[in-house]
Nanobody, 124 residues
């Protein structure tokens, strides 16, 4: 069974940091581009950050540029999201995802595997 499992979410104060992890199992994601998305109740799932298969290319949504960093460890079948200078508007459920069809993408429907999500809450 192919799975992506996120961890590392929680409650943090404004200006704080969290590191989200996403562990793949059931197949290797070392050849796949991966991404992080987030979603709040009543809103569409939105792109946060993406990384190519090797980890050599990264791209971000404007609202997290300079604050969040995505990275990938193919040997461990993991992807990470380091989140710094967190703001209350970053509060959401964060999902990692993998696409086997595209080298990079900001579109949720172009991703093939999804984790179950991890809650991030930033208090003001």
């Amino acid at each position: 069974q192919v799975q992506l499992v996120e961890s590392g979410g929680g409650l943090v104060q404004t200006g704080g940091s969290l590191r989200l992890s996403c562990k793949g199992s059931g197949r290797s994601f070392s050849s796949d581009a991966m991404g992080w998305f987030r979603q709040t109740p009543g809103k569409e799932r939105e792109f946060v950050a993406g990384i190519n298969w090797s980890g050599g290319s990264t791209y971000y949504a404007e609202f997290v540029k300079g604050r969040f960093t995505i990275s990938k460890d193919n040997a461990k079948n993991m992807v990470y999201l380091q989140m710094n200078i967190l703001k209350p508007e970053d509060t959401a459920v964060y999902y990692c995802a993998a696409t086997i069809r595209f080298g990079s993408s900001r579109l949720p429907h172009e991703y093939d595997y999804w984790g179950q999500g991890t809650q991030v809450t930033v208090s003001s």
